[in-house]
């Protein structure tokens, strides 16, 4: 079969290679129709490996059709449309006793540190996969995995209804992260980044205020909206080496920041604002399936969400140039989605 295989920096081929093994007790054998692509990807192929173990099949946002169940199935049956999460947790630890599965002390992620969806097949096991109802199209359902991310971050922060929320960087991560504070209920939903083009999705996604943080002071902006108290939960996602910092000046008495982008390097922030006002600084990791998968789905299903973000749809052949090169020159413009059978 034709896989994405990462060998080392730079080096992500298109290539033949066996099949999987037939899927174990509780695994599913899927038929990979669409995975999408993210910066955990473009990082692994720039400047990994960073998490990955090589070679391996990238791949953790997938979607696709049940060919084959192991025994202990959990009820697909073959051509069942699915979506899988990305990590698999022992079930047994003292976090996934606690139901923080994405925490768990023998946590793998598929496309990682096990062949993932890049790839015409992909095992999975069962109880990280969700049924993909008939009016979610798989564009759409390929996009499942982000957007459960983006509700597992917006959870660290207790966005909900009656608290007001804002979100730097609404690219990548970012807009789902838009998507996933809207639906939770947050208001006003205030989105700030430096690219027009990202404000406008954000705007379509839900976002009540966008704030260019190039022609505008964003924090001054933010406290403006917020009646000057700042927002209750501050997100930041745009991985920009100032911006935990900036994050504190948004933030009110008794909020919650929550830190999605990954800093290369340890950042000074005024702990004693933290202190002082009594913030909740929260970090946050993937996403917990049992919470945030099926939301995930439901929310794609309901909404225009998927439309909205989708920038590319390209074949297995082009996922270099046309996704990994992009998404880590940040040249990409909305989410890049590979066609894993279409042919080139
Ligand atoms: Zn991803
Ligand atoms: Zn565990």
Known sequence: MKAAVFHAP???????????????????????????????????W????LLARPPVVLGHEFTGEVVAAGPENSGF????????????SCGRCEWCAAGRTNLCASYQTLGLHRDGGLAELVLSPASICRAVPDGLDDVGAAMAQPLAVALHAARRGRVGPGRSCAVIGAGGIGAFIVAAAAALGATPLIAVDIAEGRLGTAAALGATHTVNAERQDAARTVQAITGHEGAHVVIEASGAPASPAVTLTMVRRGGDVVIVGLQPRPSQIDLFSVSSREVGLHGTLAHVCADDLGEAVSLLARTSLARTVLGDVIPLADLVERGLRPLAERKANGKIVVDVQGSA
């Open 46 to 49: 720039d400047h990994g490996p």
């Open 10 to 44: 730079g080096d992500v081929r298109i290539e033949t290679v066996a099949e999987p093994s037939p899927p174990g007790p509780g695994d599913l054998l899927i038929k990979v129709t669409k995975a999408a692509v993210c910066g955990t990807d473009s990082a692994e």
């Open 77 to 88: 049956p073959a051509g069942a449309r699915v979506v899988s999460g990305a990590g698999i």
